[in-house]
């Protein structure tokens, strides 16, 4: 109901006015989300009780001055709500919170903002993102959460879209195309809020796209200004000075392909120095002797940027990988932070990239101060502190051999944000422990929505077999996740905690003397900060990636986290054997509200198709499915991820089989594969995977 309050009306309906409750409601959210200002962001503290900007600060540090919630009650903590989001695919975001009113983002670059007093819905926006666009995204239709500034919330979404929406009604205030939509441009990282301007990257990098980060007026959606990450078309004017420098350090047709370097995730920002400091991603294509030619650093790829946000001009840079060949993006969660060193107070810039070193620079000028391994690397052998450049193994360019290299494409640390106690002095970091194989694809070609890695792991065609084997018996051969307290004085690991599956959540630390993470089976836990020892756990019914907030409402402190399997890691693996839809969980201290419980899953049947094709041409078919669907539907049997175990799929799906792959279910967001396969490999994959399933059921008799 809403009433429109005029004056003239009189004394009765003034009252009746006042008294309407959402009106009001509105009317309150409206100022409170007014009040985030360039004052409230610069002074955004642990302690204020609110989570304002994505990594709760502009230094991005996740560490709350909260300490209601310490180790010494943590085993009274207990849930308060839930809130089902109806959702179905990866959840990633950092919710944000300002007197109790929660905004978080959802799968398909949703909206909501729920009021944490009742744990119930206020209002929810659907972008309404065709589903033909899924596929452009790499890593799930994800989104990493919204920003908030002055009574807007912003969002960019899986189309490319920047949308300004009104905190208090949901409703748009406006929305800009930030992207070229016929590229295969997304947006899945939170914009930031920078002296009035919403900052905002992309990502594509895995399917040619060039990258830039742009920012527009918070008010007006005008565009102020853009920076390319990397140089296009060497016969036009380059866009700026720093693409002048760029394209020097390239060769070839690069730009044909994009190039790559999207800033598709990490940004701090230090208001003393005014600077805006934003991690570049890999290049596109992976492999550098496609990209460029003859080599080359590639800038700025895989790089830490230091803009300036007045007008987009790059006052430093470091690439942590000098001509990236392994998907090794600098992307990773950037913390400020300012550390004594060898007795001097100095201001730092820390990040643990993929790449494997733990990087600590002085974000005034971009030198390096320490660059340590934080977990096994062997594609370089250390990083010359003089030059500020890695020193690379030979094999590991995979040039002239095969090589198992470490970390892989997901990183010694992917996307998952950590934390940093000020208290503790520790690092908390998301870790994995991975390699793989890599190797020079001879007959890579540039396509359309192709993987562009150019390596042969997963093109279906393989490598080059004439070329020399370069194993690693030290390299982990099988994946693993951990949380790991890093010191990023001494460079060297406190302690950790050990998961057995690789993809696991964000973090957060607190003034309580607690570190808080989710994992991939589904358990939410925290740890004792200066120790690591597990104090206390509750489930959460679905694997976690997004990391937890905490808040205070009415004087007292919560802890929420969104819940729901997908992103990179989720998509192709399923951990628990139930998938629940997304939902929040809210906890506090005494809290005594039950988990929501679901009625299991129907068990599910193998198909039993009519195997009409030879081994060979099944060979064929699983080549085929390598190269086009195990990135979503993961290993046939292996039991799926977010997204379905084609060997378990009905009847009903397989005798649609052609059409499906042929796009009827574009708008749930399946490819339309009608370019890349005929109706003879379409067959050949389904071959397969009859051919999987029926020896299945074999194993199972
Ligand atoms: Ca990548």
């Given amino acids: 109901m809403k009433y429109h309050c005029l004056p003239i009306l009189g004394l009765a309906l003034m009252l009746a006015c006042k008294s309407d409750p959402e009106q009001q409601f509105h009317k309150h959210i409206n100022e409170v989300t007014q009040r985030i200002t360039n004052e409230a962001l610069i002074n955004a503290t642990g302690t204020s009780g609110d989570w304002l900007t994505h990594g709760l600060n502009y230094y991005e540090d996740r560490f709350s001055g909260l300490s209601q919630i310490n180790q010494y009650n943590i ?7 839930t809130l089902e989001l109806g959702t179905r695919r990866g959840i990633e975001a950092t919710p944000l919170v300002v007197d109790g009113i ?16 009742t744990g119930e819905m206020i209002w929810s926006y659907n972008p309404e993102v065709p589903g033909r666009f899924g596929p452009n995204a790499c890593c799930d239709v994800v989104n990493r959460g919204p920003a908030l500034y002055q009574g807007s919330v912003f969002v960019g979404t899986i189309d490319g879209r920047l949308i300004s929406l009104n905190a208090a009604t949901g409703d748009p205030n406006w929305q800009v195309y930030t992207t070229d939509t016929t590229k295969y441009y997304t947006i899945t990282g939170a914009p930031r809020v920078v002296k009035g301007k919403v900052i905002i990257g992309n990502g594509g990098a895995e399917y040619g796209v060039r990258g830039y980060i742009s920012a527009y007026d918070a008010e007006s959606g005008e565009m102020d200004w853009r920076f390319y990450t990397v140089p296009g078309d060497p016969s036009m004017p380059a866009e700026s000075p720093a693409m002048e420098e760029a394209l020097r350090t390239w060769n070839g047709d690069w730009w044909k392909y994009g190039g790559g370097g999207t800033a598709w995730d990490a940004m701090a920002y230090d208001p003393d120095l005014d600077l805006l400091y934003v991690g570049t991603g890999n290049g596109s294509p992976w492999n550098r002797q496609y990209r460029s030619p003859g080599g080359g650093d590639n800038l700025y790829l895989s790089s830490i940027l230091a803009i300036n946000p007045d007008n987009g001009s790059l006052v430093w840079h470091y690439q942590t990988t000098p001509g990236d060949t392994w998907d090794y993006t600098a992307t990773q969660h950037i913390i400020l932070a300012d550390l004594t060193l060898e007795g001097k107070q100095r201001k730092v810039l820390m990040q643990a990239p993929k790449n494997g070193f733990f990087y600590v620079l002085d974000r005034e000028t971009g030198t390096l101060i320490s660059a340590k391994p934080y977990v096994y690397v062997n594609w370089a052998t250390h990083v010359d502190l003089e030059s500020g450049r890695p020193v690379e193994n030979e094999f590991s360019r995979y040039e002239n051999y095969n090589a198992v ?26 870790a994995m422990r991975n390699s793989h194989w890599y190797g020079t694809n001879p007959v890579w070609e540039y396509g359309k929505n192709g993987y562009s890695s150019s390596t042969g792991w997963n093109t279906g065609i393989g490598f080059d077999s004439s070329k020399p084997v370069m194993n690693d018996s030290l390299a982990p051969t099988q994946s693993s996740g951990m949380l790991m307290a890093w010191d990023p004085v001494l460079s060297e690991v406190k302690w950790l905690v050990n998961h057995e599956y690789r993809w696991n959540a964000g973090v957060l630390a607190t003034a309580g003397g607690l570190v808080f993470q989710g994992n991939a089976e589904g358990i939410f836990s925290a740890y004792q900060d200066d120790t690591g020892d597990l104090l206390w756990e509750a489930p959460v019914g679905t694997g976690v990636s997004a990391p937890p907030v905490t808040y205070l409402v009415n004087g007292k402190q919560y802890i929420s986290i969104a819940v729901g399997w997908g992103g990179a890691g989720g998509q192709t693996n399923k951990i628990t054997e139930q998938i629940y839809p997304g939902i929040i969980y809210t906890f506090a201290i005494g809290g005594q509200a039950s988990p929501p ?16 094709a030879n081994a060979r041409e099944i060979d064929a078919g699983q080549r085929l499915y390598g190269a086009n669907c195990n990135r979503c539907h993961g290993r046939i049997g292996g039991g799926g991820g977010a997204l379905p175990d084609l060997a378990y799929s009905s009847t009903r799906i397989h005798e649609n089989f052609r059409y499906i792959v042929q796009g009827s279910f574009e708008a749930l967001g399946m490819p339309d594969f009608t370019d890349k396969l005929n109706e003879v490999e379409i067959n050949l994959i389904q071959q397969y995977i009859f051919s999987e399933a029926a020896a299945l059921v074999a194993v199972n008799n």
Avoid: C
Avoid at 102 to 117: E, F, I, Q
């Fill in 75 to 81: 085993d009274s903590l207990g849930l308060v709500w």
């Fill in 102 to 117: 929660m905004y978080l983002t959802g799968p398909w670059s949703k909206v909501y903002a729920v009021d944490t007093r």
């Fill in 405 to 430: 290299v470490s970390p892989n494409y997901d990183g010694g640390h992917n996307w998952q944000p950590m934390a940093y106690s000020v208290v503790t002095g520790l690092v908390y970091i998301p």
């Fill in 597 to 612: 419980e679901y009625p299991e899953m129907p068990a599910k049947e193998l198909i039993q198709g009519e195997i009409t």
